[in-house]
């Protein structure tokens, strides 16, 4: 057996042992050996071909059918998650991720918008939370989201095997928080969580995350309105009439794009990329957000009051393209601070292309709503899999190269020539090893 087999044999056995049945334990290593193997496809008929040939039948039955709770496992995956990046400094990262399909049969299909193909397509939407710490990324969950079209059609997502709880229309944000209190509740470490303007553009989102005690930071559309942040509540005096029973904000509120003008921005570095240091100008101020309960505010007719005091980012990328956030971050963080963590949101969409392209994330055939999960929950644990292999051997490596350079100390150190050793890099997953 090959060194990685043996790795992975031995990762494995935690996740195993929660299947139950010897065979659903056979069949999981194999699973997730064919996707980590070569291969251009990763759906079960060519990996079966490659590693069982007469167990094609077994390894269908174990995604597709078998009678097992996925449940044990994704706490598993949570844990392993933890133990390889989770800390007070490591992000949970919200975003989804489409699975271009053909025909309307699999589960959540339809013509819906695609973010890695910037368009409306005919795909299956997974809400995915990515748990990352030093540009390290690992998918912790992946949720279909299903549309309109499927939440109004009660046959049609019997026939996919939708379990009854999930039936209701949920949105994205939704989805999103109930994942989020699933891995809080598995003790999943993190400090901030990260979601770009389709989840940001929520005040339930938002509010959903502040009521949890999280620190966050979103995208926002350029519209979003804000407040000043030093903002009044004042009782005009009515004119005529009776006196006013509701307090209303003593200026109006504005769009992001709007209060920014006139600010100072500047070049902020957040981190080294393929061609040099990654730097655009930024601008912030704090602000309160225009969320609040909705009222009526002098002849403007109903308008959002003041919400919570957050700061309002925006950011000035090279091509003259501009983008909005909102942080709860603390009201001390210098702009760094802010860009850094705003533009940490980029390594889920490197893990969701990683796991695409090597893993077969999008290749899995069923149609179903159970087999459709399975093998996304595969998918992750062999990616997770491959981030601690990743790790450890850059780990292993750094030790050796801390050996020599100690024994040198201690050769000259009855000379009182003390060499440092070069501080350890961080170590990132460029590509996944076929």
């Not at 590693?51 to 094609?56: G, Q, T």
Request: proline share 6%.
């Amino acid at each position: 057996m090959a060194e990685l087999d043996i790795a992975l044999a031995d990762w494995l056995k935690p996740f195993v042992e929660k299947l139950g049945h010897k065979k659903r334990r056979q069949m999981c290593p194999v699973y997730v050996s064919g996707l980590i193997g070569p291969g251009d496809r990763k759906s079960i008929e060519p990996m079966a071909e490659r590693l069982a040939p007469d167990r094609y039948d077994r390894l269908h039955h174990f995604i597709s059918d078998g009678i097992w709770d996925a449940g044990p496992l994704e706490a598993e995956l949570a844990v392993q998650a933890d133990k390889i990046v989770g800390a007070s400094d490591a992000f949970l990262v919200i975003d989804d991720t489409g699975l271009p399909k053909k025909g309307d049969h699999s589960v959540g299909v339809a013509p819906q918008y695609a973010s890695m193909l910037g368009k409306r397509a005919n795909c299956q939407t997974l809400v995915s939370l990515t748990l990352a710490r030093d540009e390290v990324p690992v998918p912790v969950g992946l949720r279909l989201f299903l549309p309109e079209s499927w939440t109004s059609d009660q046959d049609r997502m019997t026939k996919a095997g939708v379990p009854e709880e999930m039936r209701r229309s949920r949105t994205k944000p939704e989805i999103a928080l109930d994942e989020i209190d699933r891995l809080i509740a598995a003790g999943v470490r993190f400090g901030t969580v990260l979601a770009d303007a389709g989840y940001g553009l929520s005040a339930a989102f938002r509010q959903g995350l502040s009521a949890r005690n999280l620190t966050w930071a979103v995208g926002i559309p350029k519209h979003q309105k804000v407040y000043p942040h030093d903002v009044a509540l004042i009782f005009p005096v009515a004119s005529h009439g009776r006196p006013r029973k509701h307090s209303i904000p003593d200026t109006l509120s504005t769009a992001a794009e709007t209060i920014l003008e006139g600010t100072t921005w500047k070049k902020v570095s957040w981190r080294h990329g393929t061609k040099g240091r990654l730097t655009a100008r930024f601008a912030a101020l704090r602000i309160r957000i225009a969320d609040g309960n909705p009222q009526r505010i002098l002849d403007k007719g109903q308008q959002h009051m003041p919400g919570e005091e957050a700061w309002l980012v925006g950011e000035w990328r090279s091509n003259d393209e501009r983008k909005y956030y909102l942080s709860n971050l603390p009201a001390e963080a210098t702009l760094q601070a802010l860009a850094a963590a705003i533009k940490a949101r980029w390594v889920c969409e490197q893990a969701h292309q990683q796991m695409k392209e090597e893993l077969g994330l999008d290749h899995f055939e069923g149609r179903s709503w159970q087999g459709l999960h399975r093998h996304a929950l595969m998918t992750m644990i062999a990616y997770a899999f491959l981030q601690h292999q990743r790790l450890h051997k850059a780990k292993r490596e750094k030790k050796e190269e801390a050996r020599p350079a100690q024994a040198d100390t201690a050769d000259h150190s009855t000379h009182g020539d003390r060499r440092a050793v070069a501080a350890p890099t961080t170590t990132t997953m460029s590509t996944l090893p076929n």
